[in-house]
């Protein structure tokens, strides 16, 4: 089956304890991103990666980071977590194409809490 | 720079009323517009998309059509059920970003039976 997976689903953390939400894809696609979403604003993007190897800054990069040395695979890591931090996470893939045409698919989220 | 502003929410509804939840956009560029879905405790599941100006998609009963004029995406279904209840968040992505998504701040949508 076709699919985004991220581990773990619920987190509760206490600030500055470093800790890193994985995800992975079994479609072979070259682009994955990190995502929060808070209430009122949507989803904003946190890093996005092109390929292997490549990765940038989305909208709100902050206080995260991320690496990407296999193509399945895009950890987001977080330092050292800070309250501000508590959100829902979403990790999405898809295939690079033309104007971003092409349709993300979403794993089932990380709901993450920083005491 | 690009942003999303959908209709404020929440929106609650009869089985089988009419929906509109209503898209507007601020793009650079020529954006891909996009209606995705998160039922309760799941990801986002893209719902249709329009690529172009007076595209229109479409998919399980809802349309949207991309309307270049008014800036605008509205979503609308004749008729819906219990099971349509969700969040719904409409998007767009311009050339430029790749294949960002740059998101609207969600609708939810609760159908009583």
């Known amino acids: 089956e076709a699919q985004v997976t991220q581990n773990p689903r619920y987190l509760i953390t206490v600030t500055g304890k470093k800790l890193t939400v994985t995800c992975s894809q079994n479609?072979?696609?070259?682009?994955m991103s990190w995502y929060r979403q808070d209430p009122g604003l949507g989803l904003r993007q946190i890093y996005y990666?092109?390929?292997?190897?490549?990765?940038d800054k989305g909208d709100v990069p902050e206080g995260y980071k991320v690496s990407r040395k296999e193509k399945r695979n895009f950890p987001l890591i977080l330092e050292s977590p800070s309250p501000n931090q508590t959100s829902l996470y979403f990790c999405?893939?898809?295939?690079?194409?033309?104007?971003?045409?092409?349709?993300?698919?979403f794993g089932p989220g990380t709901r993450l809490t920083v005491l | 720079g690009n942003s999303v502003t959908q209709m404020e929410g929440p929106v609650t509804l009869s089985e089988e009323a009419f929906l509109t939840i209503n898209c507007t956009y601020t793009?650079?560029?020529?954006?891909?517009l996009f209606w995705y879905v998160q039922y309760p405790g799941e990801g986002l599941q893209l719902l249709l998309k329009?690529?172009?100006?007076?595209d229109k998609g479409s998919n399980k009963g809802f349309e949207a059509t991309y309307r270049k004029e008014t800036t605008s995406f509205h979503l609308e279904k004749g008729s819906v059920q219990v099971s349509d209840s969700a969040v719904y968040f409409c998007?767009?992505?311009?050339?430029?970003?790749?294949?960002?998504?740059?998101f609207g701040e969600g609708t939810q949508l609760t159908v009583n039976p």
């Open positions: 999405a893939s898809s295939y690079p194409g033309l104007a971003g045409r092409n349709e993300q698919f």
């Open positions: 479609m072979n696609h070259e682009y």
């Open positions: 990666s092109m390929n292997v190897e490549v990765t």
């Open positions: 793009a650079t560029g020529y954006p891909s």
């Open positions: 329009a690529t172009k100006a007076d």
């Open positions: 998007a767009l992505s311009v050339e430029t970003s790749g294949s960002r998504l740059t």
